[in-house]
Nanobody, 120 residues
Framework: QVQLVESGGGLVQPGGSLRLSCAAS????????MGWYRQAPGKQRELVAG???????NYVDSVKGRFTISRDNAKNTVYLQMNSLKPEDTAVYYC??????????????WGQGTQVTVSS
């Protein structure tokens, strides 16, 4: 019914940048908040950044000033611009969307995840 497809992950050196994208497709009626989570090996999944339908944003303290979340409502797409990357940013990054599918109740949907590795 709904797919969240992420792209943009990869290997980057410390101090480098990456831009993640996540496009939602399917019989979507309305998207509320969208966000990016990450999960490093042996750690719990954590919220990295979120953005509401009206553009309000929030970030985990460890990425403030380095990461920027944005969205294009016309394209049902959310982005995460990651600058000044550090080795501790290494994780699988997951896209999340709180949305309503036609004929179904409001629910959370997840992407498949994209690996980000920060290493020299």
């Amino acid at each position: 019914q709904v797919q969240l497809v992420e792209s943009g992950g990869g290997l980057v050196q410390p101090g480098g940048s990456l831009r993640l994208s996540c496009a939602a497709s399917g019989r979507i009626f309305l998207i509320y908040a969208m966000g990016w989570y990450r999960q490093a090996p042996g750690k719990q999944r954590e919220l990295v950044a979120g953005i509401t339908s009206d553009g309000s944003t929030n970030y985990v303290d460890s990425v403030k000033g380095r990461f920027t979340i944005s969205r294009d409502n016309a394209k049902n797409t959310v982005y995460l611009q990651m600058n000044s990357l550090k080795p501790e940013d290494t994780a699988v990054y997951y896209c999340n969307a709180d949305l309503v599918v036609l004929g179904r109740p409001r629910a959370d949907y997840w992407g498949q995840g994209t690996q980000v590795t920060v290493s020299s």
